[in-house]
């Protein structure tokens, strides 16, 4: 979850297109600060640690949508989207369609917990059908969450590509120059995904990854979160300086979630 929280941390100022589509930018600007991305990956990793990798799809989605409503009552000021701000202080809360990103900003965890990329599909798309319950929203988070377990069990960014683009229909033969002088912000699953799926493929390093991506544009922190969460578990490895500086923007609870979640990770 380090990977897609930093993604998060480090694009926020420049989501809605403030940014100059440039990759170098200082990490740590003004104003850099964890979103509802973070707090919704948080929400989700603590649930899918509580309900267990043997967990239905049933359990998993009350599990989720519980949480969920509880971490974002916690940080009611995040910058949810106004659909989701709603279904947030619902008693029963219900999806809604939405193909939103929302749904792949939050998916990281999933692609890590489970044994096999079935096994992680159907977790994530558990973890979509809660809100965005949409084909495109779905998507959005399998693709997400099944790059995310191929990168961690070895797979190289040729068999990552072909498999997303087989199997989710996601066009990833551009480049980010190619994509980068006429992007702008998107909120769609099916306008983002490709695009920060593209700037893992062209990166070195899990720094250069949000770089390419941020630089790209748009929705920059969900961006960030999306390629960090693949870039993490691709180069295995996040330079401590980078960690630290999120670490200090991190309340204590967010920290204890992720120790947690690396702890269990290690130990099976």
């Known amino acids: 979850m380090y990977g897609a929280i930093l993604g998060d941390i480090i694009g926020s100022p420049f989501e809605f297109d403030r940014g100059d589509k440039t990759k170098e930018f ?3 600007s003004k104003g850099c600060g964890f979103t509802d991305d973070s707090v919704m990956t948080i929400a989700i990793g603590e649930a899918l640690l509580a309900v267990g990798t043997e967990a239905t799809g049933k ?3 009350v599990a989720v949508a519980a949480n969920m409503q509880d971490w974002g009552r916690r940080y009611p000021h995040a910058g949810y989207g106004g659909r989701f701000r709603c279904w947030l202080s619902e008693r029963n809360p219900k999806p809604y369609g939405s193909y939103g990103n929302g749904s792949a900003m939050r998916v990281s965890a999933a692609g890590w917990l489970y044994n096999s990329i079935e096994k992680t599909r159907e977790v994530a798309r558990a973890t979509a059908n809660v809100t965005h319950n949409h084909p495109e929203g779905i998507k959005g988070a399998e693709a997400t969450a099944s790059a995310i377990y191929m990168a961690r069990n070895g797979s190289s960014k040729e068999e990552i590509k072909e498999y997303i683009e087989t199997t ?16 702008h912000f998107n909120e ?4 983002t995904i490709p695009e920060s799926i ?3 493929l062209e990166s070195t390093d899990y720094e250069s990854a949000i770089r390419l991506t941020i630089s790209l544009g748009g ?3 969900t961006m960030g979160a999306i390629t960090g969460g693949i870039a993490e578990a691709y180069y295995k490895e996040i330079p401590q300086y980078i960690i630290d500086e999120v670490l200090k923007r991190l309340s204590e609870e967010f920290i204890d979630i992720m120790q947690r979640f690396y702890r269990m990770f290690i130990s099976s």
């Not at 989710?168 to 992007?183: E, H, Q, V």
């Open 198 to 200: 593209i700037a893992f």
């Open 26 to 28: 200082d990490l740590f």
């Open 188 to 191: 769609s699953c099916q306008g």
């Open 219 to 221: 929705d920059a922190d």
């Open 168 to 183: 989710f229909g996601y066009n990833l033969n551009r480049t980010c120059d190619d994509i980068r002088p006429t992007y």
């Open 59 to 61: 359990e998993i989605e």
